[in-house]
Antibody
Framework: QVQLVESGGGVVQPGRSLRLSCAASGFSFSNFGMHWVRQAPGKGLEWVAVIWNDGGKRYYGDSVKGRFTISRDNSKNTLYLQMNSLRAEDMAVYYC????????????WGQGTLVTVSS | SSELTQDPAVSVALGQTVTITCQGDSLRLFYASWYQQKPGQAPLLVIYGKNYRSSGIPDRFSGSSSGSTASLTITGAQAEDEAVYYCDSRDSSGSHPIWVFGGGTKVTVL
């Protein structure tokens, strides 16, 4: 069965960096684009970034552009999110999700990893 | 900037029908997807495309679209349908594609 397991969350000071990982199993990882989506405490979902199945294209939401980098290692079935210059407003649960429906939906989600930005 | 608008909350009597809407210009070009999120859980894909239910989703859930508005209907709402429902769609109006979520609609089953 499809499984996505995020890790790497934790407490980090403003201005510092953190790298999240998403380990995928149960499907052919290299055939699917992947998203990162976040959810601040008590708030709605916010799309963060997407990467094409071969890593050839990557796109970002305006709030993270220039600070976050999405990447993947298809040999390790793992998706990453490098987060630099973290701000208080980046504090959220970060989910990875598989892109499907011709790119129009996110059909499987991980359980999320919490990033807390605090001094 | 791209935006999808949802009503914040709606209530429905047990066994009755409720329709949630999602409005945005991107929906003129792209279908919405609908996600259900219960407290402490990850979102779950419910409806995608023209009106396709994700695997395991009961047939009381259905979707439709007209112009810039997408709708999710629960026909015969059950207690377990109480959740927040989010729509999303791809948007290509800018220089590159992005994905946008609505603010979510909290459905309360009375």
């Amino acid at each position: 069965q499809v499984q996505l397991v995020e890790s790497g969350g934790g407490v980090v000071q403003p201005g510092r960096s953190l790298r999240l990982s998403c380990a995928a199993s149960g499907f052919s990882f290299s055939n699917f684009g992947m998203h990162w989506v976040r959810q601040a405490p008590g708030k709605g979902l916010e799309w963060v970034a997407v990467i094409w199945n071969d890593g050839g294209k990557r796109y970002y939401g305006d709030s993270v552009k220039g600070r976050f980098t999405i990447s993947r290692d298809n040999s390790k079935n793992t998706l990453y999110l490098q987060m630099n210059s973290l701000r208080a407003e980046d504090m959220a649960v970060y989910y990875c999700a598989r892109a499907e429906c011709g790119g129009g939906c996110m059909d499987y989600w991980g359980q999320g990893t919490l990033v807390t930005v605090s001094s | 900037s791209s935006e999808l608008t949802q009503d914040p909350a709606v209530s429905v009597a047990l066994g009755q029908t409720v329709t949630i809407t999602c409005q945005g210009d991107s929906l003129r070009l792209f279908y919405a997807s609908w996600y259900q999120q219960k407290p402490g859980q990850a979102p779950l894909l419910v409806i995608y495309g023209k009106n396709y239910r994700s695997s395991g989703i009961p047939d009381r859930f259905s979707g439709s679209s007209s112009g810039s508005t997408a709708s999710l209907t629960i026909t015969g709402a059950q207690a377990e349908d109480e959740a927040v429902y989010y729509c999303d769609s791809r948007d290509s109006s800018g220089s590159h594609p992005i994905w946008v979520f609505g603010g979510g609609t909290k459905v309360t089953v009375l």
